[in-house]
């Protein structure tokens, strides 16, 4: 029985899911979006954001180069390790978790399995701003029932003036 075992062993032995969930991590990685089935999607994500997590800057040398080896542990590939600690780090610096989104594609033709796409959220320009913005320079926006009131008074300021320009051109032309 499984009681509250939740890891998805994705019916491969211990050894052949490190490899694949080895292997899938460095290909996001590099790639920054992959395409698989929606279970190894679900089993990749709970793999990948704890590595990502320690690829945040740190305070000491020493525990920048223990977070390294610990990464390269999880993914032996050292280009993907680099490109994690150099290119993906300082965007996902101010993220606090939830690096990875997971877009259900449907089902493939041959063996109708469930199709997924999952990638790096700060690497996708169409959901996002464009360019992921640093914890510091991020605004913040706040979820309140005045900002509805604060709009439509803004509305009306906008309305305003310009019917006062336009009576204002009508009286000119007729003078």
């Known amino acids: 029985m499984r009681h509250g075992d939740k890891k998805n062993n994705l019916s491969r032995t211990a050894s052949h899911r490190k490899a694949l969930?080895?292997?899938l991590g460095c290909q996001l990685i590099t790639y920054k979006r992959i395409t698989t089935t929606l279970a190894k999607a679900k089993?990749?994500?709970t793999y990948i954001e704890p590595i990502i997590t320690?690829?945040?800057a740190t305070s000491t040398k020493e525990l920048i180069m223990h977070n390294h080896r610990i990464?390269?542990?999880y993914l032996n590939d050292k280009q993907a390790v680099k490109e994690l600690f150099t290119v993906v780090a300082?965007?996902?610096a101010g993220r606090p978790g939830g690096y990875t989104?997971?877009?259900k594609l449907g089902a493939r033709i041959g063996d109708n399995a469930e199709l997924a796409m999952i990638e790096l959220v700060d690497f996708n320009e169409i959901y996002g701003k464009g360019t992921a913005q640093s914890a510091?320079?991020?605004k913040k926006t706040?979820?309140?029932s005045g900002a509805k009131k604060k709009a439509t008074a803004e509305v009306a300021e906008t309305v305003a003036p310009a019917e006062s320009t336009e009576a204002a051109t009508e009286e000119n032309t007729e003078a």
């Open 90 to 92: 300082p965007k996902v």
């Open 21 to 23: 969930l080895m292997n």
């Open 43 to 45: 089993a990749l994500r």
């Open 54 to 56: 320690k690829t945040k």
């Open 101 to 103: 989104r997971i877009i």
């Open 142 to 144: 706040t979820r309140r």
């Open 71 to 73: 990464v390269f542990s």
């Open 136 to 138: 510091d320079t991020a």
